[in-house]
């Protein structure tokens, strides 16, 4: 089955699964954002609630939790998650773009995006929007992915490098987004920048093949004549000898940054 959606994002059976692999994660950039009880949260790019259902729990009835994203079955899934979990008089969910969030100024103390900023060819109009939305003295949170950190422990070194270039530079619009965050919170004058970068391991090939989405960049490698059918077949190769061996290894940071709206 694809990870992807009809609009080329992933899909929500998959950000599920990521979800668990990234829980300890989610809940740092909610400690970030010093989310509280009573707290008003948005969640920008959703998904299908991953992170604003545990969040309407932390914040309670007296708090407020929004979430936007494009994608109108993902919103349908997190507002059905949002009534399941019985959070639903507090948290609401709507479709929206990023860089035309229908709050008014200032109206919530915490903001984050997860994965969202890899998806956007320009960060500066979500990142503004974020800004704006946020009361002075609240906090912004992102993390996502520096695809540029990835790494897979075969002895294929040349083809693991084209391959990993291929997922960095084709298999999202801006893999180069995560590390460029730090600097983009500074040049918008946030205060009290916390930047931590984390470390994602999958040590188990089967799993990094279905989270790293690999059938579809091994199909966009071959569509873009990046990697030939030989070369993919080698790779795999050499990814399940490792793994045989107990040895396979792939990690990648995530770039978490936070910082306080002066
Ligand atoms: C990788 S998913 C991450 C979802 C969620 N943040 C999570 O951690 O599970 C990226 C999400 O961003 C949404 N998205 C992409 N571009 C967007 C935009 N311009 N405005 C709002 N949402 C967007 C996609 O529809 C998708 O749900």
Same mark, same amino acid.
């Given at each position: 089955m694809s990870n992807q959606n009809d609009n080329g994002y992933v899909n929500s059976e998959y950000l599920n699964k990521l979800g668990a692999v990234l829980e300890n994660v989610k809940r740092t950039t909610y400690q970030r954002m010093r989310v509280m009880e009573g707290s008003r949260v948005l969640d920008v790019g959703? &998904?299908?609630g991953t992170d604003t259902i545990p969040l309407a729990k932390l914040v309670g009835s007296w708090g407020r939790v929004a979430g936007i994203d494009t994608d109108a079955a993902m919103i349908e899934q997190a507002n059905s998650r949002a009534i399941q979990n019985g959070v639903s008089g507090w948290c609401e969910h709507r479709v929206a773009e990023s860089d035309a969030l229908p709050f008014d100024d200032e109206s919530f103390d915490a903001v984050r995006a997860e994965?969202?900023?890899? $998806?956007?060819? #320009?960060?500066e109009p979500t990142l503004r929007e974020m800004l704006r939305v946020t009361r002075a003295g609240g906090y912004i949170c992102v993390l996502d992915t520096d695809y540029a950190s990835a790494s897979i422990a075969i002895d294929e070194h040349e083809l693991e490098r084209r391959f990993t270039r291929a997922v960095l530079e $084709?298999?999202?619009? #801006? &893999?180069?987004a995560a590390r460029e965050m730090p600097l983009l919170f500074q040049q918008h004058e946030l205060d009290e920048i916390d930047l931590e970068i984390v470390p994602v391991v999958y040590a188990d090939y089967a799993m990094a093949r279905e989270l790293g989405r690999w059938n579809e960049i091994e199909r966009i490698a071959l569509e873009l004549n990046l990697l030939n059918e030989q070369e993919i077949q080698h790779l795999r190769a050499s990814c399940e000898r490792a793994d045989a061996q107990g040895g396979f290894l792939l990690h990648v940071n995530m770039v978490m940054v936070a910082g306080r709206k002066g």
């Open positions: 959703c &998904g299908p994965r969202l900023f890899q $998806h956007l060819q #320009n960060p $084709h298999s999202v619009k #801006n &893999g180069y």
